[in-house]
């Protein structure tokens, strides 16, 4: 301790008395020197193998002035708190400390005095720095407001001569406007104001930073809650009736954190459904269901407070026709033309009706010339027929219809007439042996049974066809078909006459074939009379009068 003092004191006297000499040159290399806790530094002079008498380390770390080291011809006196930590090079001059503390950031100085009395003396500044290390980032709130919040994350670490920086993804965060970053020794803040759903969408990440190392915190995210947005309200189908059971639902989406909960207007009355999509079902379950009504959506954000109504849509549910029936004459009724008379009716059994419609076979009742005879109730409800005609055969449909369906019930009419217009078609008369063949028809429903007489005489024949398959003499004589109705009971008659001839009787005049035939064959001739005269004129030799 005594020769600590003395060698202090010398040095001190040294110092005052060659003041001039002090700056004559760096005995050390300039600062600060960097080193990490725990780890060896070495102070080199920039001097080699100096003449000294003393050389003396000092440690100001700016309260105090510790001694440190001195290397003299006794050789090393290392001070009591660098014992078994600090070594003088005896060549050199540099001290060597290990095992470094933060404790040792400060001023080392040394002074060298020479033989000749003389000092110099020059300072370095040791930075001790703590390794980077528990970079963490925390956040002020756990969940924040779109607009509402001011977020402030912090930054900690530990670790000497700290720098921060802040990533936003892999951007670096700029302060400006709604940012601000404020730096203290071991923690940094970045403040955002009136936050926004972007500025957080991207993990945060804090790296701190020293001279020697950069550790980056991990990622770091933040909900912020926004919306709900503007409301997209839509309906499967934009119409003012929509059909009850079909597949139609009315869907609102919005943009929301955390997703907002949808509710369904009514008529401005609260329905018991929620969620995006409102079946029809849900509709169906209301008691207005079948009237004229507006809907809206809801959308309400729990964590912003904020709802949002949607436009409305207006319709009505209405049900499709069906069960469609028409009513007429009873079955097995028999219809006479021109003396019977028809009603029909036609209902529906669900859905309102708004249009009611009679066809007869695709055509609309009443026709022109119908008036008086067809009748249509002013509602629709019914049509009466009278009397009915034979024209009135067919089918008769009643359709029924609304804005959302149209549907249609059939009755096949049938209504008896005849017979009339009884014709025999065939031969007048036939040449003996020749086949006869004649046709009766006739209209009527039901169709006719024939019957025919010849010369007023009943025959067998039962069918529409009366056929001979060679005529003879006999045959000649008046042929009458009789049609029947079973159901109107009525009969009518035609006769029809044929006559049967000797052969050849009919041959009287030639067909056209037969003419054409016999001009062909004149022609033919008269070609080859040409023919042969030219060639005898030719071939016969000119007798010579010689
Ligand atoms: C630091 O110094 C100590 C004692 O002087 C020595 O034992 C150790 O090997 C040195 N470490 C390094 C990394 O130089
Ligand atoms: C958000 O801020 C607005 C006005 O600054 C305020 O009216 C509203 O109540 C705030 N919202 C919440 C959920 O605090
Ligand atoms: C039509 O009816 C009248 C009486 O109602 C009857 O005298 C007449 O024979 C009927 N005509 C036919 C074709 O049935
Ligand atoms: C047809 O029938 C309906 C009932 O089904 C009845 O109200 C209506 O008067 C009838 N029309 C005629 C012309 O008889
Ligand atoms: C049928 O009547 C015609 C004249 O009306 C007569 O010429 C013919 O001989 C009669 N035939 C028979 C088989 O009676």
Known sequence: MTTTLTTTIVALLLVLSEWQRLEARDILPPGPMDAVV???????????????????????????????????????????????????????????????TTADSGDFSVNILSEEGDTETAEIQLRVLEPVSGVKLTANMAEALEHNSTVVLTCNAKG????????????????????????DEASSRLTIVDVLR????????????????????????????????????????????VRA??????????????????????????????????????????????????????????????????????????????????????????????????????????????????????????ATGDEGRVMVAPDGTWISLAPLLKGDNGRIVCRLSNAVSTEEAAYQLL??????????????????????????????????????????????????TYAINQAVYKNTGTYTCQAHNVVTGKSATFVHHLSVKEEGALDEGLSDGAIAGIIIAILAALGVAIGLVLYCRQKVPVESPY
């Open 38 to 100: 725990g780890k060896n530094v070495t102070l080199r002079t920039l001097l080699q193998s100096p003449k000294y008498l003393f050389i003396i380390w000092n440690f100001n770390d700016g309260r105090e002035q510790i001694h440190v080291a001195t290397l003299g011809a006794q050789g090393l006196k290392v001070n009591v708190p660098f014992q078994g930590r600090a070594s003088v090079d005896a060549k050199s001059g540099a001290l060597s400390l290990s095992a470094l």
């Open 160 to 183: 000497s001569f700290l720098n921060f920086t802040w990533l936003n993804g892999s951007v670096p965060v700029v302060p400006g406007g709604r940012l601000a970053i404020q730096q």
């Open 198 to 241: 972007t500025d957080l969408t991207r993990p945060i990440y804090c790296n701190a930073t020293n001279k020697l190392e950069t550790e980056k915190s991990a990622p770091f995210s933040l909900p912020v809650h926004y919306g709900p947005d503007e409301v997209t309200f839509t309906a499967s189908q934009e119409s003012e009736f």
């Open 245 to 366: 059971g079909s597949n139609f639902n009315l869907t609102c989406a919005v943009r929301s954190s955390p997703p907002a909960t949808i509710t369904w207007y009514q008529n401005q009355t609260l329905m018991e459904d929620t969620g995006p999509v409102l079946p029809l079902q849900a509709v169906e379950r209301l008691p207005l269901w079948q009237q004229m009504s507006h809907y809206t959506c809801q959308a309400a954000n729990a964590k912003t407070q904020r709802v949002v109504t949607s436009r409305s849509v207006s319709f009505a549910v209405m049900k499709p026709v069906s069960g469609v029936q028409m009513s007429g004459p009873a079955q097995g009724t028999v219809l006479l033309a021109s003396n019977s008379s028809a009603n029909f009716s036609c209902r529906a059994a669900e859905g309102p009706v708004s249009s009611r419609l009679w066809l007869k076979d695709g055509k609309q009742l009443p």
């Open 415 to 464: 209504v008896n007439f005849g017979p009339e217009a009884v014709t025999v078609s065939g031969q007048s008369a036939v040449e003996v042996g020749d086949a006869i063949q004649l046709s009766c028809s006739a209209d009527s429903v039901p169709a006719a049974n024939f019957t025919w007489k010849f010369n007023a005489t009943l025959t067998e024949i039962k069918t529409a």
